[in-house]
């Protein structure tokens, strides 16, 4: 590892190898999809060739209903990860999210890595920034540095409350934040949005947001990557190595945090992340309210690593299951997918 990596770089770095060759999928916590199926239309009444997945995010058109999600950034190898993904995302028409750009903030030398316009001109990216670092001295300052780094359509705070508390150098004040998250969203000339990291966004915080101002909300709900795990594998401390075992059942399932978000507040911009594998899991979070749905660990075997036509390939097999899943039930376009009365909770 570079000796000469900061602090945050660094645990970049460390970050990337655990998520890619670690187990730190959510035990015992299932994204919640596997509990609906879908009623078969025998006779859908439609050409497979005219299903359109074209849709509407944040009032922008978009040829698919797709975000790769916010995964990585801050050392030369994630520079590799995003330009191929941002490559991919421009050539099927995906929005992409960045990860976490403190690192670019505190070090003008990492910013290229999250600087990837150049290989997706018309695709709309989202910068990246941890709300709790709002409480340590970020402000709007550092918020617009983010969004001219990324030449952002967007800016996302994300919430991590669990991740800081297991992070041996974890950032855990989270009071008060939601009067500088209003500040931030009042004040940036992009729409700002919240996500979580894997462990879900209830209906009650979702509220508060949306009153504060927040314009997209990501539930990004457990099932998929558990931060957690991920950081159990980095602690020196045998302590809270131990302890993070206690919470393998932690977080709010994908499929939870969409339904309460969706029917508690009046967010009209919801992404559903979080343990997303396929289009039909896809298909499903777009009937239960998701207006977007993202992807993250799961597009990255290592295959596509190295290879943009890889990454592609995954990206359209996605797009594909989606069309499937939508032929299958006879819905030609995502209004049609999202009206439909054909997804049916599975009896426990």
Excluded at 27 to 40: P, Q, S
Excluded at 89 to 107: D, I, Y
Aim: overall charge neutral; hydrophobic content about 40%; aromatic content about 8%.
């Amino acid at each position: 590892m570079d000796e000469q990596q900061n602090p945050t770089e660094k645990r970049k770095t460390e970050h990337i190898d655990i998520a890619l060759n670690k187990e730190v999928q959510s035990r015992n916590v299932t994204t919640g999809f596997e509990r609906y199926t879908f009623k078969h239309n025998a006779l859908p009444e439609i050409n497979f060739r005219d299903i359109d997945l074209s849709t509407a995010f944040m009032k922008k058109s978009r040829r698919t209903p797709f975000l790769i999600s916010s995964m990585t950034g801050g050392t030369k190898r994630a520079y590799e990860i995003n330009r191929r993904l941002a490559l991919a995302a421009e050539k099927r028409g995906w929005s992409m999210g960045l990860g976490s750009m403190r690192a670019a903030v505190e070090n003008e030398d990492v910013a290229y890595t999250f600087n990837i316009r150049k290989y997706a001109p018309t695709v709309p990216i989202i910068a990246n920034l941890g709300a709790v670092q709002l409480n340590y001295g970020y402000g709007i300052k550092e918020c617009l540095r983010a969004v001219e780094i990324a030449e952002a359509d967007a800016l996302v705070l994300h919430l991590n409350s669990m991740q800081e508390a297991f992070q041996p150098e974890g950032d855990t004040n989270f009071s008060n934040l939601l009067p500088k998250i209003e500040e931030v969203a009042a004040h940036l000339p992009v729409p700002v949005g919240v996500k979580e990291v894997g462990m879900g966004i209830d209906a009650e915080s979702a509220r508060k947001l949306k009153n504060a101002g927040i314009r997209f909300i990501d539930v990004a709900g457990a099932g998929g990557t558990s931060w957690i795990q991920v950081e159990k594998y980095r602690s020196k401390n045998k302590m809270r190595e131990q302890a993070a075992e206690a919470f393998q059942q932690w977080g709010l399932s994908t499929a939870d945090a969409l339904i309460e978000v969706r029917k508690g507040t009046e967010f009209s911009n919801i992404v559903a992340s979080g343990g997303m594998k396929n289009g039909v899991d896809a298909a499903k979070a777009l009937v239960l309210g998701a207006d977007v749905v993202g992807f993250g660990r799961s597009l990255l075997p290592a295959a596509a690593l190295e290879d943009e036509d890889a990454m592609v390939s995954r990206l359209e097999q996605i797009e594909f299951e989606l069309r499937a899943a939508m032929f299958g039930i006879g819905a030609g376009s995502i209004p049609d997918l999202k009206a439909t009365n054909r997804l049916f909770k599975i009896k426990e």
